[in-house]
């Protein structure tokens, strides 16, 4: 995890691995001083008032999620799990966020924004790859294959009509747009586009890298079955009914929070490195000098 360096120049983010596609700061590619304002507004969408608000949300699929498997499990024997929890956790976001539940859950099927998500991720490292090799970017540019680009400007435009659909609703439902709009100051908040942005971040960042991160979790606790049953010990041993779990009480279950971060270690749910930049003037990293500038191997050869 990176770590700020008080009183120093910091890393910031490499501009040619994480790309700003206009001239609005997002939650996930600005300066300090935008990040900063931005996670302020945002961090109230996850307080842990709006968690309990937000939880009747959240067992509605989970509850589902547990029905529909059950079914599956019944009727198709072989179950894709992975896939099962990457509808779920699209349905709860965007229930989350929009208020726009995806109906994945319940007609047991892929809405097209899934599908459409993996592309348009892909002709974002084409982009990066063009900005990275200096006089092909042109050239480069010239060879993204322009259903990609499509693709992306799709995910774009749906994630901001969707956004402008949520804004204009008269509700008093818990959500995170709920508590984004409520805290959200007209100086020192998110602009209309900054919104757009980062709830359009919030659909991929949410379901997408937690479902990787359930998979590869349910993976390691079925190949170790002993790990598994320790597991279920614990958790059937620590309540009377369904009820009584909640997103606080599991907090409290030892083995439940070391299995999660066992299955994040082994499984991280983003396969890319997260480069930032060496401040001007060079620094020292683990005992070994960097000169400033430098943020990969890519960049050191250059």
Request: proline share 6%.
């Amino acid at each position: 995890m990176f770590q700020s360096r008080p009183g120093k120049p910091q890393f910031q983010k490499d501009p040619w691995h994480f790309i700003k596609h206009d001239n609005n700061p997002s939650i996930h590619v600005s300066n300090d001083a935008d990040h900063t304002r931005m996670r302020r507004t945002i961090a109230h969408a996850f307080s842990e008032k709006a968690l309990k608000d937000q939880e009747p949300i959240m067992h509605t699929y989970t509850d589902m999620l547990i029905k529909r498997l059950g079914e599956a499990a019944t009727t198709v024997g072989t179950t894709n799990i992975k896939q099962w929890y990457k509808w779920a956790l699209f349905d709860m976001f965007g229930d989350l966020c929009f208020n726009q539940p995806f109906g994945c859950l319940e007609a047991g099927k892929s809405h097209p924004w899934i599908d459409l998500l993996t592309e348009a991720i892909g002709s974002f490292y084409f982009l990066g790859l063009a900005r990275r090799v200096p006089g092909a970017q042109s050239l480069l540019m010239a060879m993204v294959p322009k259903k990609k680009m499509e693709q992306a400007e799709w995910h774009t435009k749906y994630s901001i009509d969707l956004a402008d659909r949520r804004i204009a609703m008269k509700t008093d439902r818990a959500d995170f747009m709920s508590a984004i709009l409520k805290h959200n100051d007209t100086e020192k908040g998110l602009s209309l586009p900054e919104i757009h942005s980062t709830t359009g971040v919030f659909i991929p960042g949410g379901s997408d890298t937690v479902s990787t991160s359930l998979t590869g979790t349910t993976y390691l606790l079925l190949k170790h079955p002993d790990k598994l049953r320790t597991l279920v010990e614990e958790i059937r041993s620590s309540y009377k009914s369904v009820e009584e779990i909640t997103v606080y009480s599991t907090s409290s279950l030892k083995y439940l929070t070391a299995v999660i971060y066992e299955g994040l270690r082994t499984y991280p749910p983003v396969a890319t490195n997260l480069p930032r930049e060496v401040p001007e003037g060079g620094a020292i990293v683990c005992g070994m000098y960097l000169p400033g500038g430098v943020s990969n191997p890519e960049r050191r050869s250059s």
